[in-house]
C-alpha cells in the first residue's frame, strides 16, 4: 500500500476540484488500479484525517458517496470495505438464486430465520386466493453470497400446493427448486419498487437504514392455483435485476 505521503501528494494533484472529489479519487485510483481488491478495508474517516490531513466531514462524504456509488460497502462498526463486482439476478424470471450464485463462481449460503404454519392476515389471504385467517406455510430466509448477505426472501405458501413445504431443510435445498418440483410453475406475476429498508431489515442484510433496497414482489402459479407469494429485498448497492425481451441477435 502507498504511503499516507504519496496519497497526499496525489490529494494535492487535484487541488481544481473540491476537497472531497478530490479524497474519492485517491480512493478509485486504488480500487481502479487492484491496489485495494474487493472486500479490501480501506482507512477509516480517522485514518484518511490523519493520513490525507482533511476534516472529518470531508472523509465522510466521500466514504459516504463511494457507498452510495457501489465502489465501496460500509459496515456499521466494522469499517468500509471495497465492493465486489454486483451480482444480478434475472428480473421476470423465476430463477433459483442458489444457481445464479454458483454460476458466477460463488459459494451461495442459506439462513433460515423463520419456518412455520401461521394464519394468513387479509393481505397475504388476498395474494394466496384463500380465508382469512386459514393456514398459510411461511418462511423468511437471508440468501448470501461469499458470506455477504444479498437477498432476504419472505415467502408465504398455499399449504395445498406443497403440504410437505415445512419439512424441507432449506439451508440445503431453496424454495425456489423445492416448489418448482412440487408444483411446476405454470405463470408468475412480479412488482417491482425501490424502497428504504425496515430496522430489521437492516440487521439480516447487515446495512445501514439509510441505504435502498430494491423489491421484489412476486406471485406464483402450478395450473390455476395460487402456489406462493414472496417479497424478496436486496440491497441495492450489492445487487442489480435484469431483464431482456425480444430477438436480440441473428441466427
Known amino acids: 500500500m502507498k504511503r499516507s505521503g504519496e496519497m497526499k501528494r496525489e490529494l494535492a ?28 478495508r480501506v482507512p477509516s474517516e480517522n485514518e484518511l484525517v490523519v ?103 419472505d415467502r408465504f405458501v398455499h399449504p395445498e400446493a406443497a403440504p410437505e413445504y415445512l419439512d424441507q431443510d432449506f439451508t440445503t435445498l431453496t424454495p425456489n427448486a423445492y416448489l418448482t418440483a412440487a408444483a411446476p410453475l405454470s405463470g408468475s406475476e412480479h412488482v417491482v419498487e425501490a424502497a428504504m429498508p425496515q430496522a430489521w431489515e437492516c440487521k439480516l442484510l447487515t446495512i445501514l437504514k439509510t441505504e435502498p433496497c430494491l423489491t421484489i414482489r412476486r406471485r406464483t402459479w402450478s395450473a390455476k392455483q395460487v402456489v406462493s407469494t414472496a417479497r424478496l429485498v436486496y440491497p441495492g448497492y450489492r445487487y442489480r435485476l435484469e431483464a431482456r425481451s425480444g430477438k436480440m441477435f441473428e441466427e
Open 13 to 40: 494533484e487535484n487541488d481544481s476540484t473540491p476537497l472531497y472529489a478530490g479524497v474519492k479519487q485517491v480512493i478509485l485510483d486504488r480500487i481502479h488500479s487492484g491496489e485495494w481488491p474487493p472486500k479490501y
Open 51 to 153: 493520513e490525507l490531513g482533511v476534516s472529518k466531514m470531508t472523509a465522510n462524504r466521500a466514504l459516504r458517496e463511494l457507498a452510495n456509488e457501489g465502489e465501496l460497502v460500509r459496515i456499521q462498526g466494522v469499517g468500509s470495505f471495497v465492493a465486489e463486482r454486483k451480482g444480478y439476478s434475472a428480473l421476470f424470471e423465476v430463477r433459483n438464486i442458489a444457481e445464479e450464485i454458483a454460476e458466477r463462481g460463488h459459494i451461495h449460503e442459506a439462513s433460515v430465520v423463520v419456518l412455520a404454519r401461521e394464519t394468513a392476515s387479509p393481505e397475504i389471504a388476498d395474494a394466496l386466493e384463500l380465508e382469512i385467517g386459514a393456514a398459510v406455510f411461511h418462511s423468511l430466509i437471508v440468501h448470501s453470497e461469499n458470506g455477504v448477505p444479498v437477498q432476504i426472501e
